[in-house]
């Protein structure tokens, strides 16, 4: 059973920083694409980063690049967000999921709906106050 475990959401002033990571366990044959998405209520889930864990290769919504950095320890089966910069727009529920490597390697790894048949977390929340 693949299971993925967020931890390291909290709350921050507008420009600081907080780092989350996500715990994958259990064996997901394929399964090799991670990525991170964040949801606020009353809003669509939306992207924010990707990586393919077999070469690293991140991607990065426009909401994110310059501010947040994805990424992976391997030996630890855990995939980290470093966000940087952070403003009250970032408030969200934040989602760690896993997806066939084919969605990282395609162009369009940001469509939620690539994500359909992926494992999720149970996601941690991000509050940025002003």
């Known amino acids: 059973q693949v299971q993925l475990v967020e931890s390291g959401g909290g709350s921050a002033q507008a420009g600081g920083s907080l780092r989350l990571s996500c715990r994958i366990s259990?064996?997901?044959?394929?399964?090799?694409?991670m990525g991170w998405f964040r949801q606020d209520p009353g809003k669509e889930r939306e992207a924010v980063a990707s990586i393919y864990t077999y070469r690293g290769s991140p991607k990065y919504a426009d909401s994110a690049k310059g501010r947040f950095t994805v990424s992976q320890d391997n030996d630890k089966d855990t995939v980290y967000l470093q966000m940087t910069t952070l403003t009250p727009e970032d408030t969200a529920m934040y989602y760690c999921?896993?997806?066939?490597?084919?969605?990282?390697?395609?162009?369009?790894?940001?469509?939620?709906?690539?994500?359909?048949?992926?494992?999720w977390g149970q996601g941690t929340q991000v509050t940025v106050s002003s």
């Open positions: 259990g064996v997901r044959a394929g399964a090799n694409c």
């Open positions: 999921a896993a997806v066939h490597q084919l969605v990282c390697l395609g162009g369009n790894w940001h469509e939620t709906t690539r994500w359909l048949g992926a494992y």
